[in-house]
């Protein structure tokens, strides 16, 4: 497998962990009500695998954003809206609408123009170009 | 009940310090190797972690508030592209572009269309 396809695999992954993370972060709020105590948020269940998640996924992004160009990767990225918004509706019985599907349309349509290659930009990859 | 606004004021103020984050992991990755000792010992990226956990602990506020839809929260975080925008900028030196100013008028946009599908406050 070549070195890009394996990065774009990963950060496929990594919006499936997202995603996840959110429906966790989602539970806690539920399991922990609106003004929860500190000492209560530390010893959440879904908040403690949520973060796990959360982080796990951060790391494995900033390793393969590292050596691929990150404005072709945005795109992919933004799909980690349409899996929580899935689950919202499949898992919390969130209401589905026209206007929630378009805006995230729109949104993601927002991120990869802000991603595509004519927004050249010398100075957005830290790293030696791989 | 519906999505409030203080759930939604909440996202705005996680997107801005998820933002803040997303400048240290920045300046952080140009010294990243691909082994873990480099991972931990580089404290850009420790800042950078701390400032997403304390973003993070903004949104599991607002997802807390009785009502509150995650199908409408989560994709106001994207609200942090405006934020990285101007520090991109302002740190980096990256230059505002037409297709910049493009991207986030559509991300607001859609952001804005969302708040039209929020379910309707049953009181």
Redesign the interface.
Known sequence: MSRRRKNLLTVLGCTLLGAGAQVLFKLAGTALGPSPSPMAMIVCPPLIAGYILYGISTILLSFALRNDELSSMYPIISLTYVWVMFLSVWYFRESLNFYKVLGVAVIMGGVAVLGSPGNSDPAKDGSSPS | MSTSLLSLFLVVVASFIGSFGAVF???G??N?K?NLKS?FTNYH?AIG?LL??IS??F???A????G?????L??MV?MS?LWAMVW?RVF????F?R??F????????????????K?IRLE
């Open positions: 992991l920045k300046a990755s140009k990243l691909s991972l990226l972690g997403f956990v993070s602990l949104f599991v506020k997802i807390s508030q009785p509150a839809e995650l199908s409408v989560y994709p994207s592209y991109s980096f030196g990256e230059p572009t297709q910049k493009t991207g986030l008028g559509l991300i607001i946009l859609g952001i804005a269309i969302l708040q039209l599908g379910s």
